[in-house]
């Protein structure tokens, strides 16, 4: 009898081994995500997009290069010391840098008033470098909001996704289909959610990226525009003129 059930236990362990084996779960892409999340993926998609756009974009123009121009400086400075201020406004034009449209700025207004002391050019030339540090700063604010609004957009996505659920779960009749239209609508309202915390958050992350960056170069940029004007004023007051 023991060696009867013993026999029937091998017999039967392959058949148990094959109805215990788990199935493999379905896989799920990008695009199907993208399906259940509903209409709302459509504003997440174009953020997300925009995101993209204003990280490389940023990396092009927010670069020290772009705020300051060591070859222009030294430049600016021997013309300074020259005294040759017609090349040096050329130059300041040519030039698209920061630091040499505060430099060109108070260069044309010291061509336009030559009696004007050395204390109004300061004053053009502080309230140049306010503007394009304001400028600076102004560009990387894009992507504060959309680290602020990505969020939003998704948490709508949740409401929307849980007002259609029981609206579904309402007019469903039997409790099967019930709780088939609650998942596909919990569903919509989590993929929403994670889509807007996600954009969100790589959004913010570069935006204080990019503030510390800017924070810097705008250090650099009042140091480098106090220093051609303290050649001015060196130049000035060797000639006399103030």
Same mark, same amino acid.
Do not use: W
């Given at each position: 009898?023991?060696?009867?059930?013993?026999?029937?236990? #091998?017999? $039967?362990? @392959?058949?148990?081994?094959? *109805?215990?084996?788990? =199935?493999? /779960?379905?896989?799920?892409?990008?695009? %199907?995500?993208?399906?259940?999340?509903?209409?709302?993926?459509?504003?997440?998609?174009?953020?997300?997009?925009?995101?993209?756009?204003?990280?490389?974009?940023?990396?092009?123009?927010?670069?020290?290069?772009?705020?300051?121009?060591?070859?222009?400086?030294?430049?600016?400075?021997?013309?300074?010391?020259?005294?040759?201020?017609?090349?040096?406004?050329?130059?300041?034009?040519?030039?698209?840098?920061?630091?040499?449209?505060?430099?060109?700025?108070?260069?044309?207004? #010291?061509? $336009?008033? @030559?009696?004007?002391?050395? *204390?109004?050019?300061? =004053?053009? /030339?502080?309230?140049?470098?306010?503007? %394009?540090?304001?400028?600076?700063?102004?560009?990387?604010?894009?992507?504060?909001?959309?680290?602020?609004?990505?969020?939003?957009?998704?948490?709508?996505?949740?409401?929307?996704?849980?007002?259609?659920?029981?609206?579904?779960?309402?007019?469903?009749?039997?409790?099967?289909?019930?709780?088939?239209?609650?998942?596909?609508?919990?569903?919509?309202?989590?993929?929403?959610?994670?889509?807007?915390?996600?954009?969100?958050?790589?959004?913010?992350?570069?935006?204080?990226?990019?503030?510390?960056?800017?924070?810097?170069?705008?250090?650099?940029?009042?140091?480098?525009?106090?220093?051609?004007?303290?050649?001015?004023?060196?130049?000035?007051?060797?000639?006399?003129?103030?």
């Amino acid at each position: 009898m023991k060696q009867f059930t013993l026999f029937s236990l #091998l017999l $039967a362990a @392959p058949v148990m081994a094959q *109805s215990t084996e788990a =199935e493999p /779960a379905p896989s799920v892409n990008i695009m %199907q995500i993208m399906e259940q999340g509903g209409v709302m993926m459509i504003p997440l998609a174009i953020l997300s997009i925009v995101t993209v756009f204003l990280v490389f974009l940023y990396l092009l123009i927010i670069r020290k290069g772009a705020v300051i121009n060591n070859r222009f400086m030294a430049q600016a400075e021997n013309l300074i010391l020259q005294g040759d201020y017609n090349y040096l406004s050329e130059i300041c034009r040519k030039d698209s840098s920061a630091v040499a449209k505060i430099l060109g700025r108070a260069i044309d207004f #010291l061509r $336009a008033t @030559p009696s004007s002391s050395l *204390s109004d050019v300061r =004053e053009v /030339a502080e309230a140049e470098g306010s503007r %394009q540090a304001g400028l600076l700063s102004q560009r990387i604010t894009y992507l504060a909001d959309v680290g602020n609004v990505a969020p939003m957009v998704g948490l709508l996505g949740t409401v929307i996704g849980m007002i259609k659920s029981f609206m579904e779960i309402a007019q469903g009749n039997f409790e099967g289909v019930k709780q088939m239209q609650l998942a596909s609508g919990v569903s919509e309202a989590l993929i929403t959610t994670a889509s807007g915390l996600i954009i969100g958050i790589v959004a913010i992350i570069f935006y204080s990226v990019f503030r510390g960056r800017v924070q810097r170069f705008i250090a650099e940029l009042e140091a480098a525009s106090t220093h051609l004007m303290a050649v001015l004023s060196t130049v000035r007051k060797s000639n006399g003129q103030d």
